[in-house]
């Protein structure tokens, strides 16, 4: 038997303003995933169910961006995708453009289970929603108050906004608008905030997955798909590691950001941790992203080059973290 | 060093029967494609250019499955997808679910060079589409009578591509790759595809590797994906091309600055 491990995260790119009260709710609720996360591993639930059950959890808590909470398009919509990789015999399952579906990780699950497909998108994903009988919702259930604001402000800045969301409430204490030295996307920091969900097991029987879910970038065009549904880019898993991703998709989508961890692992023999610093190092051009990766034997680590990133970890020997700063 | 280009229309279980009224015009077709790759190369066109202009017109050919003559879903309609990639600066764009756009590849370029973005999908890219002032057409345009015949056999075998369903060709890393070192485009069994991270596989066997353009195909190809599965067509910075697959067969082609050429269907030496 080899040891489990977990690591969720809650995105990269952390504006170093974000009121404390707003720090203390993220850590609060990757707290909890891990606690849901390591309870179903205890119970010898496979690494696939546990990565799905946690993102459900991040999906229907509004804090971050991903169902519940999404960051919105340009028509104030919510656009949501998702994806899932199941290490063990390199299954996975993808969706773009969902706008009604409660948790996009689980429909995700479902083209891996019950489609002859990997990937489905839009009207067809929807669709297929249906036939699965999935939990629906109107549009609306996914629109905060919060990021209604941030939209407008989004619109008023006359700009897309990448992954960002911040409080209204916390508007003036961290200076959204006012000119910062530190970039992500070419915006200030305080407007720039991406809060897309990941999460990476490894369960007792060495079994690896990961899954990532996101509400994209606020004010987005509709049909913009990022890294977060894409195999290799913003998620990975095989038989060695699991990986999630989360940052500037674009940087991510080129740098194959979740399959190159695995890659090096692979064929160049690095371990875990050597591998996620290689590859945010080297393989991330000019932008910026963070990720976490469990190995096959236990080992947990996590990589970004981003002002922080939301991020729990815990392993099967007590080892328990929860962190946003470097 | 010197130019190469390859170029392919598909692989998958083409019989070796294939009836001469079908193989003969494909195998044109081929040629076709790629005396204006050849063409292109001898002007001095940058690969980018080369690959646009070589899949518009693969694209406007309705032997293959993209653009006019692609294969239709399970609603009869056709939804296609592009993707480019450009390996001197890695930037890339690629598009899903065009219904009404001509040249799908060219909207990927487009989607590349003009917005921030990479990947534009359905109603959102068919917007842009129109923004952008591309050629669009009636769906039906798209739509073949072989086509048509063989949506009717699928349903049939109950093996239908659903509404809304993305493959490995737009997916940076699955259906499509390029960087410094080689530039790979994948076709066959597209969840296959997706879940062994083709094309980005051949790239990452040569630069953590150090396996040539040529071991490194073989062995996504055959070590990676099931078989029956994938075919790719690949070229190296060093001009070396290649085209390996393990299903019957792949309609490719290619050509190298040395003067060698090669337009082929199914296996050339039996192994």
Same mark, same amino acid.
């Given at each position: 038997?080899?040891?489990?491990?977990?690591?969720?995260?809650?995105?990269?790119?952390?504006?170093?303003?974000?009121?404390?009260?707003?720090?203390?709710?993220?850590?609060?609720?990757?707290?909890?995933?891990?606690?849901?996360?390591?309870?179903?591993?205890?119970?010898?639930?496979?690494?696939?169910?546990? =990565?799905?059950?946690? &993102?459900? *959890?991040?999906?229907?808590?509004?804090?971050?961006?991903?169902?519940?909470?999404?960051?919105?398009?340009?028509?104030?919509?919510?656009?949501?995708?998702?994806?899932?990789?199941?290490?063990?015999?390199?299954?996975?399952?993808? &969706?773009?453009?969902?706008?009604?579906?409660?948790?996009?990780?689980?429909?995700?699950?479902?083209?891996?289970?019950?489609?002859?497909?990997?990937?489905?998108?839009?009207?067809?994903?929807? *669709?297929?929603?249906?036939?699965?009988?999935?939990?629906?919702?109107?549009?609306?259930?996914?629109?905060? *108050?919060?990021?209604?604001?941030?939209?407008?402000?989004?619109?008023?800045?006359?700009?897309?906004?990448?992954?960002?969301?911040?409080?209204?409430?916390?508007?003036?204490?961290?200076?959204?608008?006012?000119?910062?030295?530190?970039?992500?996307?070419?915006?200030?920091?305080?407007?720039?905030?991406?809060?897309?969900?990941?999460? &990476?097991?490894?369960?007792?029987?060495?079994?690896?997955?990961?899954?990532?879910?996101?509400?994209?970038?606020?004010?987005?065009?509709?049909?913009?798909?990022?890294?977060?549904?894409?195999?290799?880019?913003?998620?990975?898993?095989?038989?060695?590691?699991?990986?999630?991703?989360?940052?500037?998709? !674009?940087?991510?989508?080129?740098?194959?950001?979740?399959?190159?961890?695995?890659?090096?692992?692979?064929?160049?023999?690095?371990?875990?941790?050597?591998? =996620?610093?290689?590859?945010?190092?080297?393989?991330?051009? *000019?932008?910026?992203?963070?990720?976490?990766?469990?190995?096959?034997?236990? !080992?947990?680590?996590?990589?970004?080059?981003?002002?922080?990133?939301?991020?729990?970890?815990?392993?099967?020997?007590?080892?328990?973290?929860?962190?946003?700063?470097? | 060093?010197?130019?190469? $280009?390859?170029?392919?229309?598909?692989?998958?279980?083409?019989?070796?029967? @294939?009836?001469?009224?079908?193989?003969?015009?494909?195998?044109?077709?081929?040629?076709?494609?790629?005396?204006?790759?050849?063409?292109?190369?001898?002007?001095?066109?940058?690969?980018?250019?080369?690959?646009?202009?070589?899949?518009?017109? @693969?694209?406007?050919?309705?032997?293959?499955?993209?653009?006019?003559?692609?294969?239709?879903?399970?609603?009869?309609?056709?939804?296609?997808?592009?993707?480019?990639?450009?390996?001197?600066?890695?930037?890339?764009?690629?598009?899903?679910?065009?219904?009404?756009?001509?040249?799908? $590849?060219?909207?990927?370029?487009?989607?590349?060079?003009?917005?921030?973005?990479?990947?534009?999908?359905?109603?959102? +890219?068919?917007?842009?589409?129109?923004?952008?002032?591309?050629?669009?057409?009636?769906?039906?345009?798209?739509?073949?009578?072989?086509?048509?015949?063989? @949506?009717?056999?699928?349903?049939?075998?109950?093996?239908?591509?659903?509404?809304?369903?993305?493959?490995?060709?737009?997916? $940076?890393?699955?259906?499509?790759?390029?960087?410094?070192?080689?530039?790979?485009?994948?076709?066959?069994?597209?969840?296959?595809?997706?879940?062994?991270?083709?094309?980005?596989?051949?790239?990452?066997?040569?630069?953590?590797?150090?396996?040539?353009?040529?071991?490194?195909? +073989?062995?996504?190809?055959?070590?990676?994906?099931?078989?029956?599965?994938?075919?790719?067509?690949?070229?190296?910075?060093?001009?070396?091309?290649?085209?390996?697959?393990?299903?019957?067969?792949?309609?490719?082609?290619?050509?190298?600055?040395?003067?060698?050429?090669?337009?082929?269907?199914?296996?050339?030496?039996?192994?």
């Amino acid at each position: 038997m080899g040891r489990w491990a977990i690591a969720v995260h809650g995105g990269a790119g952390v504006d170093p303003n974000l009121p404390q009260q707003r720090q203390e709710e993220a850590k609060l609720l990757l707290t909890r995933c891990l606690n849901l996360g390591i309870s179903a591993l205890r119970s010898d639930r496979s690494a696939i169910d546990v =990565v799905e059950l946690v &993102v459900r *959890e991040l999906e229907s808590d509004p804090l971050f961006n991903s169902g519940r909470g999404s960051a919105l398009t340009a028509k104030g919509t919510a656009e949501m995708e998702a994806s899932i990789m199941d290490g063990h015999g390199r299954r996975c399952g993808a &969706v773009s453009g969902l706008t009604t579906v409660k948790n996009p990780v689980s429909l995700a699950r479902l083209v891996m289970d019950k489609s002859p497909h990997s990937y489905l998108a839009f009207s067809g994903a929807e *669709e297929f929603a249906r036939q699965q009988g999935v939990e629906v919702v109107d549009n609306e259930y996914f629109i905060t *108050e919060e990021n209604l604001g941030m939209l407008k402000l989004a619109k008023e800045a006359n700009t897309i906004v990448f992954d960002y969301r911040i409080p209204v409430a916390g508007l003036e204490t961290c200076s959204a608008g006012v000119e910062s030295p530190l970039l992500m996307n070419g915006l200030p920091i305080s407007v720039y905030s991406p809060e897309t969900v990941g999460c &990476v097991v490894v369960d007792s029987e060495g079994r690896c997955a990961a899954a990532t879910s996101t509400g994209g970038l606020m004010n987005k065009m509709s049909g913009r798909i990022g890294d977060s549904p894409l195999i290799g880019a913003g998620t990975y898993a095989c038989n060695i590691c699991g990986v999630s991703c989360t940052g500037e998709g !674009e940087a991510i989508i080129r740098g194959t950001l979740a399959r190159e961890v695995a890659a090096v692992m692979e064929y160049k023999g690095l371990d875990l941790q050597e591998a =996620v610093d290689y590859v945010i190092k080297e393989r991330l051009d *000019e932008g910026q992203a963070g990720l976490i990766a469990v190995s096959n034997k236990g !080992e947990v680590a996590c990589g970004f080059n981003t002002t922080g990133m939301f991020r729990g970890f815990a392993t099967e020997d007590g080892f328990m973290e929860v962190g946003i700063w470097e | 060093m010197g130019w190469a $280009i390859a170029l392919h229309g598909g692989a998958g279980d083409i019989p070796l029967t @294939l009836p001469t009224e079908r193989r003969v015009p494909r195998e044109a077709a081929l040629r076709h494609c790629l005396q204006i790759g050849v063409d292109a190369l001898k002007a001095h066109k940058s690969a980018l250019d080369v690959v646009e202009l070589v899949v518009r017109e @693969l694209e406007n050919n309705p032997h293959f499955n993209a653009g006019r003559g692609s294969v239709l879903t399970s609603g009869g309609t056709v939804e296609m997808e592009a993707c480019i990639m450009d390996g001197n600066t890695k930037r890339c764009g690629a598009v899903s679910g065009l219904t009404t756009v001509v040249n799908a $590849i060219s909207l990927a370029r487009l989607v590349m060079e003009k917005t921030p973005h990479i990947y534009l999908a359905f109603d959102g +890219a068919e917007k842009f589409a129109r923004e952008q002032g591309v050629e669009n057409v009636d769906s039906s345009h798209f739509i073949t009578p072989e086509n048509i015949e063989r @949506l009717k056999q699928a349903k049939e075998a109950n093996r239908v591509q659903m509404v809304g369903r993305i493959g490995d060709t737009p997916i $940076i890393g699955a259906g499509t790759y390029a960087n410094n070192l080689c530039a790979v485009s994948a076709t066959g069994k597209g969840e296959a595809i997706i879940r062994g991270t083709v094309a980005r596989d051949v790239a990452a066997l040569m630069e953590f590797k150090g396996l040539s353009l040529k071991e490194a195909a +073989a062995y996504v190809v055959e070590e990676s994906v099931p078989r029956g599965n994938v075919g790719l067509v690949a070229v190296s910075a060093k001009g070396e091309v290649t085209m390996p697959f393990n299903t019957t067969g792949m309609f490719r082609a290619c050509a190298t600055e040395d003067g060698y050429s090669e337009i082929e269907i199914w296996p050339s030496v039996q192994n």
